[in-house]
């Protein structure tokens, strides 16, 4: 199957300019041999490219150029099957923009077109190419520095719970993991997550139950976290805790119990963040509207988990103001080499900017994905990259330190 793939890169410091047409002879070479074509332009600084032929081989190649050292930042702005190539007279042509003008390039690339129709830049992937030449996007290339140049340290203050902990959890029991400032090197809030009593999963704890026990199950939960934090002295602290939409619209009175909970275990409302993920539809959407606005009445803050990954996205942002959103892990994975998911981040961002909505990303494991969405705008964080949860605790958070030799 045809597969076209554009990516943008960085040129290594230690990168000769004047090296650039024996890379290109030996990629022309080594493309040929592949059935790949394809154009390549550079900046000065920047790589961009546009390889097309059999998917294996495209794969394979990029798969050779992302370990190459002459660059790096390799993002992947663009992947997918075309009824015929655009480009076919050669494995690699290489167009320096320093040598040329704009429109001279964008035309050069034009007549190099092979297709069986012109080419014009209402194909997208070609529409790449004039935003490139234009640098329309330039202020969105954030060049991150390698993974190794940070050391993440632990601070050493975790904190377990007593034997208290078996009379609190003989139903469900949680683990805490926090959301984490890191160049602040401050801990923002903490996110109580369900478990079962033996530490498994809240699939597990879940699992057996069906329709209004669901709910039951998930909204008596809470006053099991909330005793968990009381115990674990978070008195100060802002705590996150997770509720299902439509546990609010199916278990009536659900509101008043989290505020008698919440005061029993001598915390206050303006401290509890509730979470509702955006996974499960919600069904009646008036009725969870109002409970969400009686929530915030009673001094309770409201937050938007898994953002991005389920049915309901920026209708929820319509219907009611959150005052922070957690964007899901699927959209932060690998988001330093992903065009498509840097676009959609930066977008959200964006978004949120102009509601004064915070923001979150969460399942955050390398310290790439940290950078680039820390360059993008993004300061809070949650992940193993700073802390695991902790089963019946609050985990030790590695801070990120700067080496000095790199």
């Known amino acids: ?55 294996e081989s495209v794969f394979s190649i990029y798969r050779h150029i992302c370990a ?6 390799v993002v992947e702005i663009f992947c997918d099957f075309a009824p015929k190539r655009r480009f076919g007279n050669a494995g690699m042509e290489l167009f320096d923009l320093r040598e040329h003008e704009k429109e001279a390039v964008l035309q050069s690339v034009l007549d190099r077109g092979t297709t069986r129709y012109q080419l014009l830049y209402d194909d997208r992937a070609l529409q790449f190419f004039r935003t490139f030449v234009e640098a329309t996007e330039k202020e969105n290339y954030f060049e991150i520095p390698p993974a190794e140049s940070w050391a ?6 975790g904190v377990e719970m007593d034997n208290a902990a078996a009379d609190i959890t003989r139903e469900c029991s949680f683990a805490f993991q926090p959301i984490v400032d890191p160049l602040a090197q401050k801990t923002v809030s903490l996110e109580a997550l369900i478990r079962t009593p033996a530490g498994e999963s809240a699939l597990a704890f879940f699992n057996g139950r069906t329709g209004d026990e669901v709910y039951e199950a998930d909204l008596s939960s809470k006053s099991v976290a909330l005793a968990m934090a009381a115990a674990l002295n978070v008195a100060g602290q802002t705590l996150s805790i997770n509720l299902l939409p439509m546990t609010l619209v199916r278990i009536p009175d659900a509101v008043d119990f989290l505020l008698a909970e919440i005061k029993a275990n001598g915390l206050i409302p303006e401290q509890i963040i509730v979470e509702f993920t955006e996974n499960e539809v919600i069904s009646r959407l008036e009725e969870f509207t ?17 953002f991005g990954g389920g049915f309901a996205g920026l209708s929820l942002l319509a219907q009611f103001q959150p005052e922070r959103i957690k964007i899901n892990r699927e959209l932060i994975r690998d988001v330093h080499k992903s065009g498509s998911r840097q676009a959609i981040v930066r977008a959200i961002i964006q978004c949120c900017a102009s509601l004064e909505i915070r923001i979150s990303a969460v399942g955050v494991e390398k310290p790439e994905e940290w950078m680039w969405l820390e360059s993008a705008g993004v300061s809070h964080f949650q992940g193993h990259l700073f802390a695991a949860p902790a089963f019946q605790g609050i985990p030790a958070v590695c801070w990120p330190e700067m080496l000095s030799d790199i």
């Open 1 to 55: 199957m045809l597969t076209t793939l554009i990516y943008r890169s960085h040129i290594s410091e230690n990168f000769p300019t004047d090296a650039l047409k024996d890379m290109v002879f030996a990629a022309n070479s080594k493309n040929g041999q592949a059935d790949v074509t394809g154009i390549l332009l550079f900046n000065g600084i920047h790589f961009f490219q546009l390889l097309e032929g059999p998917e």
């Open 68 to 73: 190459d050292p002459r660059h790096y930042n």
């Open 152 to 157: 993440f340290v632990s601070d050493g203050n």
């Open 290 to 306: 109002n409970a969400v606005r009686q929530l915030k009445a009673a001094g309770i803050r409201v937050a938007i988990d898994h």
